[in-house]
Structures are given as C-alpha cells and as structure tokens.
C-alpha cells in the first residue's frame, strides 16, 4: 500500500509570522504570543485589573517615595509638628507622638512593609518549591524524609517560633524576611509536591526517560514549566500572608526599631493609646493600607487562577 | 410498534464560533428484543445521539427531530415525565463507564442509588433486589459491598450494566462497552449482554468503532460518519460485503486472522475524520475515498437502497446496484 | 536522510539475537507485612533478531508491559539480564544512556506521551538535545517527520500536540523515537487508543521502517490481529510468563497452547476455531497458582483432555519449565509435550509399518 502523506496541521502557520525566522525564534515569538493571550485573558476579570491597579499603586508610592517626600521628614528630631494632632491642611494624615507626619510615615513605611514582604516571598516559594519538587518528583525515602520536615514545620505554631528566631537572630530587615520565610513554606511545598507528583507520573517523562533524559533535563524542561503556573499563582497569596506577617512582627516589637513600618506604626499606635484617646488618625491609615494591598493580592490571585485553569473561566 | 423510532434528529453543539453540528439528521428505528449496532469512530456523533435518546445532552445544545421510546417523544417530554422515563425505559452504560463509578461509595450503594430514585422501595427490598441484579450479569452478591478500586475493570463494567437494568428498562444503549477491556473480558462481557437480551428480551443498541464485534453480536448495523448514517442493513451482509468505502474501511481495519490480504498488509484510511465546523461539500467522506469519482464533491447524498433491507449514502450504489465497493468476502488460509 | 543501517537480507537473517533476554525476573516487593511480592515476569526468555518484528501477546497484568519496560531499563530486573548486542545493558541512567539511543519507546497514548507545553519541534529535538547529536538539528527533525509520514515536515514544526489529530500525534512519538536512529523501536500498543481508520495507517508506517531502515520491532499488544498484520513472530504471555512462542502464522493458525487457543477463538475475526471463553479472570500476579500456572483456567484439564493424555497430574502440581529462548513454535504445556510425542511415536510406527511393506 502506498503510503499517503498524513493530512496538514489543523491549524496552519499564524500569519504574522515571517516564515524565514529559525525554529527557535518563532518559539519564542509563540511564547511571547501564549504571553499576550494569557493577560488579555487576565484583563477580562474586573477583580483582577482592580487588584492590579491597586498594587501598581502601592508600588509605585513605595519606589517613589523618596522622590515625593524627603526622609528627613522621618527624623524625630527634626519634627515640627505638635504631637498627635488631627489632620490638617500641613499635615493631611495629622502627626505621630514625635510630630512627624503620619502621611510620611505611611508612604516610607509601605516600602518596608512591601520589601520584607516580597524578599520573605521569596525565600519561602523557593524552599518550598524545591522541597515540594524533590518530594514529588524523586519520592520514596526523599519524599518521606522531606514530608516528615515539611509537616515538622507545618505543626509548630508560627508565632512562638518568629518570636524565638527573631529574638535570637536580632531585629533587622533581613532577619524578620528569613523568620516569615522559613516559617511559611510547607504550604507552598504541599501544593508543589501534590503537582509534581501528578506531572512526574505521566507518560510524558516516561518517554522523556527512555530517550535518555536524566532527573536534571525532567525536572526543569518537564516539571518546572508545569508547576511554574501554580507556583506563580500561590505566590501572590503568599506575598499577602507575608506582609501580613510582617505586621505582626512588628507590632509584637520584633521589628527593626530603626526602620518604620505599617506594623510598627500599629505597635507604637497602640502604646500610645490611639485608641482611647481618638487619635484615629494614626491607626487608619496603616490599618487601611494593609487591608488594601492584601485585598489586592486576594483579587490579583482569584484572577490569575481564573487565568491558568481554563475551566474556571466565565464564572 | 417499533420500541424506539428516531426522526430525523439533529443535535448541534453551541459554541462562541457558531453551531458545532454533531448529529445531523439521523434516523433510525429499533423493534423490541433487536439487536441494533452503530458503527464509527470519535467524531462522528454516535455518542451524541447516544445521550439525545434519554435527552442528557449539556445545556444550550439546539436538538430537532424526534426520538419516539415507546411512542412518546423523549425531546418533547416535561421533566417530570422524562425523570420518570429516564433508567425504566431506556438505560444508558457510558463509554469510560469503569470511570463512572464514586469512588468512595460502595457499588452496592450505588445500584441501590439508581433503584431507590425511581420506586419507593424498602432498604431491604433493595437489597435483595441488589443481589439479584449482580448475579445476574455474573457477579456474586456479596461484592455488592466492594468498592470500585477492588474490582477489576471487567468487573467494575458488569456493575454498570447492572446499575442500567435496576429499573429492568426495555432498552439498553451502550456506548463502547468493550473498548478498554482485554479481549477475553469482552467475549464475556458481549456474551452477558447476548443473554440478557434472550432472558429479559431487552433491545439492544451497541455503539463501538469496532465492526466485528458488531457483526458477530448484533442483528442490523449503521455505520455514522460525520454526523450522519451512511450505510445500514442486516449485520452480516454490512460487514462481508460493504456498500459504503468508509464501511469497507472500518471492515478492513481490523483484520480477519487467516486471511493471506491482511499479513503484512494493514488497511489504513488516509486522513482525518472531518472538522464538524468545516465539512466537505458534497459526500463528506470525499476527500478520504478511495474510489471517489468527480460528481462526489458536487451530490448531495442521502441513503439510497443497495439491496434487500440495505442503504447505503454512496454515488455507487445509487443505480440501485447491490454491489461491494471492492471484492467479496476475505478469502481464508487453511489451518 | 540516508539508511544507515541495512536494509534486512539474507545475510542479516543468519545473525544472532540483537536483543536477548535471559531468564528476566521482576518482581515487585511486598508492602509492609502485606504478604506475597507481586511475581510481574517470572521467569522470561526472548530474542529480536535484527530486521524483524515480534508481538509479545498477552492480557492486562501478563506482565508484558513490565517486560517492556525491563527491555528498555525503566524498570530493574530482580533477576535476569538484558542483552544488546551480546552485553548486558547498564544499571541507572548514565550508564544506559548510550543504549537508550539504540532502543527507543512508543508509548500507548500518544496525547499523554507529548508534553502540551512543547511545539512538535521541541518534542522531535529532545532526544537530539539530550544526546548531544551534532549535526543541524532542523535537518535531522525535518528528516525524522518525513520518515513517519508527516509531510512537508516543516508546517508541523510549530503545532502543539492539541492542534493535531490523534494518528498524527503517533506519528510524531515516532519521529521523536526515529530522530535518534535506534536499531530497536520497543511499541507498548501502539494503535489501541487510536481510531480504526488511523490503526492500519501507523501499522504500514511501523512495517516501512522495517523494510527501509532495517529496525527490529517489538511491539508489545493484547490485539493478537495486530500480531497477523505486521508480525513475523509472536510470543504469548500469561501471569508473568510466556506460554507459546513461534512464527506468526504457526502459532496464529494452530496455537498449540490452549490458553492460546481460547484467546484466539473469542476475537470476533476469527472464524477457524470454536469460540471457548474462559471464565474469571487472571489471578493476581501476588498469587501464582502451583503447578502450571494456567491449570484453574485451563480448559483442556477442565474438560479432561488432560486426563487423558495422562498429564493431569503434571499440570496441578509440577512446575512448567520456562520457555528458553527458541524460534520454532513451542508451548509451554504438558498436554501439548505429550501430544507432540505421541504424534512422533505414531510417524514412528507408521514408518516402521511402511518399511515391513504396503498397508
């Protein structure tokens, strides 16, 4: 029997592409292409783009922020208004106990609170990335050994433990990111592992092992690309659980004394007494910029998901 | 009276790029105690006209025609009536049905399921009803308390057969029953199926790609391509000597052990099945045929007689000439 | 791309075995105080001998699949060992590397087996990438596509898996395995998840390479008419072991081992025999019956064939030898070694009756 060429492609070269472009230059523009899709997805949701404009604006105030108010403002001694007075034309967020704007505050106090919110991100997707995918993906007595770590870590409650390191490890920034960090990857790990395990079996890698590829080539030409998506969209949730973390610290009196934050805001809120004696000034706006940029995350979150799981879609 | 008469059903598929088109008008009828076996491929709609018979299609699904079971038209019924209809009349074992089984419950429990939502039966009546219904399609009683991961695939099919007769319906539609089962397995499940028809004088309406499990177990065959029927008659003839190319090639697919043409020499179909969204003009299976003559692309087919109890949706036979596209019956090696 | 290796001749049937499997045993260990290791092949002998296909028939949980998988070094032998050209294949990754270029696999399902997030490019290019294979990797994928059917090659390069249709996605599992120029395709049911129609195109496409690229197949199948389309021998597997082995037609025609013999009979395109449909299904690999491990089921003993021959008692309690590594057709049953004997014997006294002078 003649053998019949199989029929063409369904669907056929997208036209905007030139032809003469090598293979993996029209790789990458169709990466870039499955990139413009998934944001015009992305934009579909109303949540989301409200998340997004949000955050962008935090962000942007956080950069920005010496640009837009000088650090001097942040010097106690330097200080010119009376203390804990109302909102005012000079001061439209009104004063802290020392005098100092709490606008000021606020706006120098997001890029700590963002900073130690995002580094602690990162430390805490990477570890438990890595675990979650080792786990997964080599199993047997590596998953058992990293599962007994990750549910060790898992049951110890977070707070006794941040309070412990960081007494130990001293205030700083970069402490108080590691403590968040290394008390709140399990979750992370959990999730990875569950998808690698279900990415690791496929046939896929079976054929993958049987063209000769080795652990290294499966986990990150296999395996990463699968689980990015996931992991992507847990860190955003992660970054709101962290942030808020950091508040906590800071407010328990753990944070960096030197530096202000949201959280420390509250902490010195509160020995003040804001509350009884009505300085609402001084809790709202940290309180209201916390609620926010978490808020934003959430949104930012649900949208993305909505994004990556295509059945979620139109809901 | 014939137990279920189709007319002309056509069911299309809403999608944000217009009417995906599954079924196009269909007809076909099914006498009681008959045997009736629809041939094809994914594709082809067959597992769509399966689920329009007991009207389970998704919501937005645009159907016209009608599906008469027992005289009533399944596609005009109230809800009320349907529910009730729905499992007494007709019962449906799904393609992947070893899948379609709650994990977490136990089979009996759902055998049971099906019983207790149409009778107001006793717990203990349904049980006992439970037990015969296992037994019936082989299995002992007591596995009414297994789960589904307990049992073998072949076992896990005889539940869903025996969760379609619960309500003892008059017709059975199962829709590639045997496809993921060893062949030993099917020869029993397909023998099951050939006694309860004779016990329970069940129709049966058996759905697979396969033709010779067709022709061995059934009365009548039709073979649906691209949404439509386009050949049927009585299972021997259909398979031995095939009126449409698209029938021969299905025929030829699977090979008869023995047979000198088919050793080292497969029979493959070029091509694929149609997009529904963008059929050919004319015969749909034009591009694909081997023996197409100009006027396919241009007519417009219907089922044309090609024989006695025998149509066929081909320009060839349209003369009204019952002919084989191609050769007879293969021809033997002697042992 | 040119044939670099033979196209089968003459001369290459006189070589050995390029793949040889010896006395192959794979169990799979018992969990924590739950009883029996799972026996998956217990105790196998196989040959491929260059430009030749072998089906190796069989059941789900015959163990065929483990056996495949053990052929290709996915899945450690508790026992046995692999032979490629006369070595013992390595143990763990590296050391099987340079072998897996020479054997390649075809996986069942052609949607599970490519990566959704890899163009066909990519998924074609892996093996060359993994291998470090000089030379221009376009030309070598284009070639590879070309082989197996998809033509012109380069329109496919950019397709994701879900944009092509199930016989093309095949055919591009094929192209990945060819882009390495193996001598062995190892097929774990190629066809079974594919269309009828498309079965017999993926079927003359494995046979081609065959006749154009002199690979050996073997493809590893429950549909024994799979084994009439394109196999030269074929090899029976029951509970981890293989119960008739021979030429396709031989064993096809008149199986000898009646395992076999009811297989045969229940496909519905086979018309020379009665159909005989045993009941139950294969134990549980954890729980190999004693004696012929067939017996329970058998229905020559249940029929008293057996008895007959005088052989019952062999098959309840004496263990059936393995099968060692034979072309001719052979079965692993006592009632078959009892028949061939008798019919020896009954020639023998036939020639004895013609020598003393005409009937």
């Given at each position: 029997m003649t053998q019949q060429p199989a029929t063409?492609?369904?669907?056929?070269?997208?036209?905007?592409?030139?032809?003469?472009?090598?293979?993996?230059?029209?790789?990458?523009?169709r990466r870039r292409q499955a990139a413009a899709r998934a944001w015009s997805e992305y934009r579909r949701s109303r949540i989301g783009m409200v998340g997004l404009a949000i955050l962008v604006l935090f962000i942007a105030a956080a950069v920005l922020a010496p640009v837009l108010i000088s650090s001097s403002e942040l010097d106690v001694t330097r200080a010119t208004g009376v203390p804990l007075s109302p909102p005012s034309a000079e001061f439209p967020l009104g004063t802290d106990e020392s005098g100092r704007s709490v606008l000021a505050l606020t706006l120098w106090g997001s890029r700590v609170s963002l900073l130690?919110?995002?580094?602690?991100?990162?430390?805490?997707?990477?570890?438990?990335?890595?675990?979650g995918i080792a786990a997964g993906h080599f199993g047997r007595w590596t998953d058992s050994v990293l599962m007994r770590i990750t549910d060790w870590f898992l049951v110890i409650p977070f707070l006794p433990l941040a309070i412990v390191l960081a007494t130990v490890l001293g205030p700083s920034l970069a402490n108080i990111a590691f403590v968040i960090g290394i008390t709140s990857w399990p979750g992370t790990a959990r999730i990875v592992r569950a998808q690698a395990l279900a990415v690791t079996s496929r046939p896929y890698i079976e054929r993958a092992r049987a063209l000769g590829a080795g652990d290294w080539h499966l986990i990150t030409r296999h395996i990463l690309p699968n689980v990015v998506p996931l992991i992507f969209a847990n860190t955003v949730l992660i970054v709101a659980v962290a942030i808020l973390s950091e508040t906590t610290l800071a407010f328990l009196g753990l944070g960096d004394p030197l530096r202000v934050s949201w959280g420390s805001m509250l902490d010195a809120a509160f020995t003040q007494g804001a509350a009884s004696i009505g300085a609402w000034w001084y809790l709202v706006p940290p309180g209201v910029a916390i609620l926010l940029v978490v808020l934003a995350f959430t949104m930012c979150g649900q949208a993305l998901e909505a994004v990556l799981n295509p059945r979620l879609r139109g809901r | 009276m014939a137990l279920l008469e189709v007319h002309d059903l056509t069911v299309s598929y809403p999608t944000r790029a217009g009417d995906l088109p599954a079924v196009r008008g269909v007809s076909f009828d099914l006498d009681p105690g008959e045997t009736l076996g629809l041939a094809g491929e994914s594709g082809c709609g067959k597992s769509t006209m399966a689920s329009a018979v007991l009207r389970l299609l998704p919501q937005g699904t645009r159907t016209s025609g009608s599906v008469l079971l027992e005289g009533e038209d399944v596609l005009a019924m109230r809800p009320g009536r349907l529910r009730a209809v729905r499992w007494t009349e007709a019962a449906i074992v799904f393609q992947g049905a070893m899948h379609a089984l709650n994990p977490v419950r136990r089979v009996g429990a759902q055998i049971a399921e099906a019983i207790q939502l149409h009778d107001r039966v006793s717990d203990q009546a349904t049980a006992?009803?439970?037990?015969?219904?296992?037994?019936?399609?082989?299995?002992?009683?007591?596995?009414?308390?297994?789960?589904p991961h307990e049992l073998s695939g072949g076992q896990r099919q005889r539940v869903m057969i025996a969760m379609a007769l619960a309500c003892s319906p008059r017709l059975l539609i199962a829709d590639e029953p045997t496809t993921a089962l060893d062949v030993m397995v099917q020869a029993q499940v397909l023998a099951l199926l050939e006694d309860l028809r004779r016990e329970l004088g069940l129709a049966l309406l058996l759905i697979t790609h396969n033709l010779s499990v067709l022709a061995s177990t059934c009365e009548r065959i039709a073979v649906m391509y691209a949404g439509r029927i386009v050949e049927e008659g009585p299972a021997a003839k259909v398979f031995e000597a095939p009126a449409h190319p698209y029938t021969k090639a299905l025929a030829d697919a699977f090979p008869t052990i023995g047979d000198r043409a088919s050793r080292r020499h497969p029979h493959g179909l070029g091509g694929d099945p149609p997009d529904p969204r963008d059929l050919p003009?004319?015969?749909?299976?034009?591009?694909?045929?081997?023996?197409?003559?100009?006027?396919?692309?241009?007519?417009?087919?219907?089922?044309?007689?090609?024989?006695?109890?025998?149509?066929?949706?081909?320009?060839?036979?349209?003369?009204?000439?019952?002919?084989?596209?191609?050769?007879?019956?293969?021809?033997?090696?002697?042992? | 791309m040119t044939a670099t290796q033979p196209s089968p001749t003459a001369s290459?049937?006189?070589?050995?075995?390029?793949?040889?499997?010896?006395?192959?045993?794979?169990?799979?260990?018992?969990?924590?105080?739950?009883?029996?290791?799972?026996?998956?092949?217990?105790?196998?002998?196989?040959?491929?001998?260059?430009?030749?296909i072998v089906a190796l028939a069989g059941e789900s949980g015959c163990g065929k699949t483990t056996l495949a998988r053990s052929i290709l070094g996915l899945v450690q032998p508790t026992k046995g060992e692999v032979l490629y050209q006369g070595k013992p294949i390595g143990r763990g990754t590296s050391a099987l590397k340079p072998y897996r270029r020479e054997v390649q696999l075809i996986l069942q399902d052609p949607t599970g087996a490519l990566n959704p997030r890899q163009s066909v490019y990519e998924s074609v290019a892996e093996g060359l990438r993994i291998h470090g294979v000089k030379g221009d990797e376009e030309t070598l994928v284009a070639d590879a596509l070309a082989r197996s059917g998809l033509r012109p090659p380069r329109r496919f390069f950019l397709n994701y898996p879900h944009e092509l249709s199930g016989g093309q996605r095949q055919r591009v599992v094929i192209a990945g395995a060819l882009a390495l120029q193996p001598s062995i395709l190892v097929a774990d049911e190629p066809v079974s998840s594919l269309d009828a129609s498309v079965r017999g195109e993926i079927l003359a496409l494995l046979l081609g390479l065959v006749r154009d690229l002199g690979l050996s197949i073997l493809v590893v199948t429950h549909d024994l008419g799979l084994a009439w389309n394109i196999a030269d021998r074929l090899a029976v597997m029951y509970l981890g072991r293989i119960v008739e082995q021979g030429p396709t037609e031989a064993v096809l025609a008149a199986p000898l081992h009646p395992y076999t013999r009811a297989l045969l009979s229940v496909i519905p395109e086979v018309r020379h025999l009665e159909a005989q449909i045993l009941t139950g299904e294969p134990p549980d690999p954890t729980r190999v019956p004693g004696g012929c491990r067939f017996h329970p089921r058998c229905p020559a003993l249940a029929s008293g064939d057996a008895a007959r021959a005088g052989v019952d008692d062999r098959c309840r309690n004496q263990a059936v030898p393995i099968l060692r590594g034979v072309t001719e057709h052979h079965a692993a049953c006592f009632l078959t070694d009892e028949s061939v004997k008798k019919e020896a014997e009954r020639r023998q006294s036939t020639r004895g009756a013609h020598a003393e002078g005409p009937q």
């Open positions: 063409e492609p369904v669907e056929a070269l997208p036209p905007s592409l030139p032809p003469q472009l090598s293979p993996r230059a029209i790789v990458r523009a130690v919110g995002f580094l602690a991100t990162v430390i805490s997707v990477v570890i438990g990335s890595v675990v | 006992i009803r439970v037990g015969e219904l296992l037994e019936q399609v082989g299995l002992p009683a007591r596995q009414a308390a297994s789960y003009s004319g015969c749909e299976f034009h591009p694909r045929c081997p023996v197409s003559v100009p006027v396919c692309p241009t007519l417009d087919v219907e089922l044309w007689p090609a024989g006695p109890g025998r149509r066929a949706a081909c320009v060839h036979v349209s003369d009204r000439q019952p002919e084989a596209v191609t050769g007879g019956a293969p021809t033997e090696v002697a042992p | 290459t049937a006189g070589q050995g075995p390029i793949l040889e499997v010896r006395d192959l045993h794979v169990h799979f260990g018992a969990r924590r105080g739950r009883g029996a290791a799972a026996r998956a092949v217990d105790g196998v002998d196989l040959e491929v001998r260059p430009g030749e």
